[in-house]
């Protein structure tokens, strides 16, 4: 379910390094032609990162690619 978070403190700004930022117009032109060889079957949710037919990833997924989640840090 893709919704706005609850409070405000539930928001969360993702930095970008430069060559990542810098990668996002290529995607997005990537993202374009996927909709327009999808046509009807195209489901635009204004998503970055999504599926062929613009449907987000299930939640597990980017778990599964990057083998879990990262370590947790503690403070001591």
Partial sequence: ????????AGERTVSLDFGTAELIPA???M???????????????GLLF???DGTPYAPTSSRSISGGWPPRRTRR
């Avoid at 379910?1 to 405000?8: A, H, L, Q």
């Avoid at 993202?31 to 949710?45: G, L, S, T, V």
Wanted: glycine share 0%.
């Fill in 1 to 8: 379910m893709i919704d706005t978070p609850k409070t405000w």
């Fill in 27 to 29: 995607h997005l032109r």
């Fill in 31 to 45: 993202i374009w032609r996927e909709r327009f060889a999808a046509e009807e079957a195209y489901q635009d949710h």
């Fill in 50 to 52: 999504c599926r062929e």
